[in-house]
């Protein structure tokens, strides 16, 4: 499931804005009308971006100090660029929103201007390129490394991998792990993790939070997995950044070679 730019609003006008702005292929809007709503919605999905209406009144900033719980998300406020709202614009930083969306102004720009501060976008260019060490140096290999950071961590298995490549699984499990590359079942694990430890840096998550926005079967699925990979609980990935985890997964295999 592709991750959701969220909209709060009750205006007919900002649903037909936004909706528009990021069609399917671009991931999945959510429209709700109160704070409570896009809560919930933070712990139940992946998302990418958050759109916070002004006109909605003191419901707006509610929802916009929800920032600063889930950092992860990028928040937007969609206002009218009066010189009059000047305040609201010194609020909306304070309360560490990313910008101030242009009512009537930035409608045509307003997917560009989200672009390169969606959660997903910063995770694929942070990993474009896959670690040194996992020996990925094949087109195809970087391709699919590619294409598994481009779920952000969301389940995806071999099969879909496979078909979005029009090959066999077979091949593509073989044409991966060639020259003592990790498995590709590894690679979307290590990316999940790696996922996951973005997710437990942010306040408003806590571990089955982050298990179920990535689509493990439950927290001790995702417990399991770290455990495996990095010799860790859930708990302490808050405190690895991603080269960490690379580093801690190498040298894990090291140990293996000369065990």
Known sequence: ????????????????????????????VVVVQRVT??????????????????????????????AREFPSSPFFMLAPLWPSETPQFARAAS??????????????????LIEPHRFTTRFAIALDAPPPAFGL????????WRTIVGRAGRATTTSVLAEHFRLSREHLSRSFAVGGAPTLKRVIDVVRVCVAAE?????????????????????????????????????????LRTVDIFER???ARRRGLEG
Request: net charge neutral; proline share 4%.
């Open 37 to 66: 709503e896009l809560r919930q919605a933070m712990r139940h999905e992946l998302v990418d971006a958050a759109i916070v209406d002004t006109a909605v009144g003191d419901e707006a900033w509610s929802a916009a100090a929800l």
């Open 95 to 112: 309360l560490e929103c990313v910008d101030v969306l242009g009512d009537g102004v930035d409608d045509a720009v307003l997917a560009a």
């Open 249 to 251: 997964i190498e040298a």
């Open 1 to 28: 499931m592709p991750a959701a730019v969220i909209a709060l609003t009750t205006r007919e006008r900002a649903r037909r804005l936004v909706r528009p702005a990021f069609p399917r292929r671009r991931g999945r």
């Open 199 to 239: 997710l437990t840096k942010n306040p408003g998550y806590d571990v089955a939070d982050v298990a179920r926005l990535l689509g493990f079967a439950s927290s001790s699925h995702l417990a399991a997995t770290t455990q495996r990979l990095l010799g860790t609980r859930p708990t302490s990935l808050a405190r």
């Open 137 to 144: 140096t094949t087109a195809l290999q970087r391709e699919v």
